[in-house]
């Protein structure tokens, strides 16, 4: 058994703390937040997670997991302690890292023995040897630490699957031997483990999630060609996915990437490439493709009426992805903010996502499943996939509606078959060439 203190209790602290507590380690999580530390206490996490809460519920029980705002409680016996907290995007694209220059002073003024500093928040290249420098200078007295960057690569809605089995842990120090007993902590996992310096893990994060974010947008950009061209990118996506090269996931397409990650740090990485005078052409171009698929939405309703004043619009899904109640950098946003300054009046449904979205879109007018959200609406759009949606009576959907008219931004039906049920039906790249919804035959 470890002790560790993990600071921040946000999505990736949370998973961190509750997940090595639960494999035998006492763990001590430690947020400013008064309340959201009060609403851990009494089991009320922060977001929404499937299977989180019993973690947190089974570890809190065993005295194995305890949350605190003290640092002083947090770091009184840790050998190890995780920064967590957030690295919002800034105002130019950069990482904000105001919250980690706090927790990195806060540690150094409250230490009293040697530590292990772990940077688990997404930051820059260059921000371990930054985090070390901040210690050293605050310090009031000398005390050894040594700085290891473990990236998280968790997926909402799937963090807990995700942290119990990773397809490899990244670590960077310039100390091999604290490397070393941080991979011991991960050795239970069972998952390869590559040791490299600091720099280079930073950077092994920031590639991979441009990576995947570059698929998206691929696949989004074949989507479109295919409207024009009368092809189908769904089965576009199977046949290229059989390609080991390729692989299938990550070639769904759609209204694009959003969350926490993707659209932050794929602008982030194009930041550092400018700042160092290179480039990021590609990165660029990803970014780009991904704001159009929003708009790309708005642009087949404007197809279909000519324009959206005084339509009814129901948005079906609300958060970025399913299984998730996260509305950071959702599709939802931009396409509801457009219709509603264009005049439509939008309702919205999501499983999960309603209260956070009400913050954020104030005009909003919420329903209380598909079928209410669907209710004398001109056009009910698809933005986010959740199983709830998959298996809808699309025939009482189309009978609550004014028009019965179907945007699907994540490609959940079938365009003959929704034609076949009396829809004005657009899924995206579904082979469309005209205005029939299907390509056309030769």
Known sequence: ??????????????????????????????????????????????????????????????????????????????????????????????????????????????????????????????????????????????????????????????????????????????????????????????????????????????????FLATKISFINEIANICEALGADVKEVATGMGYDKRIGPRFLDAGIGYGGSCFPKDVKALAHMANVHGRHPQLLHAVIDINDYQRRHVILKLEEIWGSVKDKVVGLMGLAFKENTDDMRESPSITIGDYLHGRGAVVRGYDPVAMENASKIMPYLNLAEDPYDLARGCDAVVVLTPWNEFKNLDLERLRDVMRQPVMVDGRNLYEPEIMQGLGYTYRGIGRGYNGSNGKAKKK
Request: aromatic share 6%; proline share 5%.
């Open 1 to 210: 058994m470890k002790n560790i203190c993990v600071i921040g209790v946000g999505y990736v602290g949370l998973t961190t703390a509750a997940c090595f507590s639960d494999l035998g380690n006492k763990v001590v999580a430690v947020d400013i937040s008064e309340e959201r530390i009060a609403n851990l206490k009494k089991a009320i996490l922060p977001i929404y997670e499937p299977g989180m809460q019993e973690v947190v519920v089974r570890n809190v029980e065993s005295g194995r997991l305890h949350f605190t705002t003290s640092y002083e409680e947090g770091l009184k016996d840790a050998e190890f302690v995780f920064i967590c907290v957030g690295t919002p995007e800034g105002v130019d694209g950069e990482a904000d890292l105001r919250y980690v220059r706090i927790a990195a002073e806060t540690i150094a003024k409250t230490m009293d023995h040697p530590l292990i500093i772990i940077n688990k928040s997404t930051v820059p290249v260059g921000t371990g040897d930054w985090v070390s420098d901040i210690v050293k200078e605050t310090q009031p007295k000398p005390i050894d630490f040594s700085v290891v960057s473990c990236p998280e690569f968790l997926r909402e809605g799937a963090a807990i699957s995700d942290f119990y089995n990773p397809d490899r842990t990244v670590l960077g120090s310039t100390d091999r031997d604290a490397a070393n007993r941080v991979a011991q902590l991960h050795l239970p996992l069972r998952a390869p483990i590559i040791v490299t310096n600091l720099r280079t893990a930073e950077m092994i994060k920031y590639a991979s999630n441009a």
